[in-house]
C-alpha cells in the first residue's frame, strides 16, 4: 500500500469513505438520534471518541494481538470505552440529552464504523495514522449525522439548535411538519439525502457511481 | 403474568414500538440482507432464535450478577460492566450455536449458518439485551419487580416476539424490494436511498399502532 500523506489519512473519512452516505455504516444512531441537531451532536461526539481511542489502543496492542482473537479484543476495547463514555455523558450531558440518546450511547459498541476501522485500519497501521484515521472517520460520522439531525430539526420544528430559525412575523407562519420527526421522516430524509450524495458524487466523478453497499453485520 | 400481559408485550414489540420501524435497531441486515424473501425470511429466523437465547442469557446475566443484591455481587454493576458483559456473552453464543448447529443439525445449519456470524455484532441483538434489563419499558419492568421467574418470562417473551418483529418487517420490505429491482428507478436513488425511502412509508403505516399499548 503506498503511503498516503498524513492529511490524506484525515481527510478521506470525511468524503471519499464518509461512514453514513458512501460505506452506510452506522445506520442505526443516525435515524434514531438525529431528531435534533444537539442530540445528533451529542452523538457525534461520543462516536468520534470511542474511535480515536479505541484506534490508538488497538494500534498501540497490535504486534502483541494475535491476529486469531483479534475481534474478541477490539471488542473488549472498543466496550470499554463506550462504557466511560456513557458514565461521562450520565455525569455531565444535560439529562434530556441523556434521555434522548438512551440505549443508542451502549449501542456505539456494535456500530460497525467502529469495529471496521479498529480491524481494518487501527491493526494494520501505527498510531499517528491510526489517531488521524479514527478522527477522520469520526468527523465524517459526526458531520453525517448533524446534517440529518439539523434538516430533520429545521423542517419538523421549526427549529436548529433549540433556536427558531424563522423570522416571525404576523403574515407567515411556519408550520413544522412534525411527521420528520417522527420515525418514517427519519428514514425518508436519510434515503433523500443519500440520493443528492450519490447524485453529486455521479456529477463530480462523472463514472458511474453506485451507492455503496451496505454491510451485512451489525 | 396474566394472558393479557404476555398478549401486549408481543403486541407491542412487534406493531407498537417494531425493532426496525420504530425503534431503528437491526438496520444493517434490514438493508443488506433484504432483496430475497427467502433471505429475508432466513435472516428474520436466525435473529429471533439468537435474541430468544440472548434474552434469556443477559437476563440471567443482569438479575443474578450485575444488578445490586445479586446473587454475588452486593453493588450495582450495571452501569459499569453491561455493555463489555453482554457484547462479549452474546459474540461467545453465537458462536455456540453455530458450531452447536454445524456438528448436530446440518439441515438447520445450511439454512441459516450464513447468517449466523452477522448476527454476532447485530445492534437488534445487543438492543434487546438491554430493553430487557436496564433499560426496560414499563411493561417488562413491572413484570421483573414482581419475581425473578416472571422477569425471566417476560424478557424471553419479549425477545422471541421483537424477533418475530423485525421477521416481519424484514419479509414486508424484502417483497417491496423484489419489485423495486424490476421498477425504472432514478440512477441517484437506486438501491439503498429507495429502499430507505420505502422503509419510512412503511413506518408511516406502523406509526398508526403508536399509542395503543
Known sequence: MAQRSLIKEFTKGILELNAVFVLALGLCPTLAVSTGLKNAAAMGLAVIVVLVCSNTIISLLRRFIPAEVRIPCCIVVIASFVTMIEIVFKAYMPPEINAALGIFIPLIVVNCIIMYRAESFAYKNGVVRSILDGLGVGAGFALSICVVGAVREALGAGTIWGYCWMPVSSSFEYVPASILIQAPGAFVVLGLMMAGFNWLKGRRGGASSRPGAAGPEG | MNIATFFAIAFSSVFVSNFVLARFLGLCPFMGVSQKLKNALGMGIAV?????????????LYALILKEGGLW????????????????????????????????LPALYDALGIYLPLITTNCA?????????????????????????????????????????????????????????????????????????????????????????
Open chain 2, 48 to 60: 429471533t432464535f439468537v435474541m430468544f437465547l440472548a434474552s434469556v442469557v443477559t437476563y440471567l
Open chain 2, 73 to 104: 455481587v452486593k453493588y450495582d454493576l450495571v452501569l459499569a460492566l453491561k455493555t463489555p458483559m453482554y457484547v462479549l456473552v452474546i459474540a461467545t453464543l453465537v458462536q455456540l450455536v453455530e458450531m452447536f448447529l454445524r456438528s448436530r
Open chain 2, 125 to 213: 441483538v445487543f438492543g434487546v439485551a438491554l430493553l430487557n434489563t436496564s433499560d426496560a419499558p414499563e411493561l417488562i419492568r413491572r413484570a421483573a419487580e414482581r419475581s425473578f421467574s416472571q422477569g425471566l418470562i417476560a424478557a424471553s417473551w419479549n425477545g422471541i416476539w421483537s424477533g418475530l418483529g423485525f421477521t416481519l418487517a424484514m419479509l414486508l420490505m424484502s417483497g417491496v424490494r423484489e419489485r423495486l429491482a424490476q421498477a425504472d428507478v432514478p440512477r441517484p436513488l437506486k438501491g439503498i436511498p429507495i429502499a430507505f425511502i420505502c422503509a419510512g412509508l412503511m413506518a408511516m403505516a406502523f406509526l398508526g399502532f403508536t399509542g395503543m399499548i
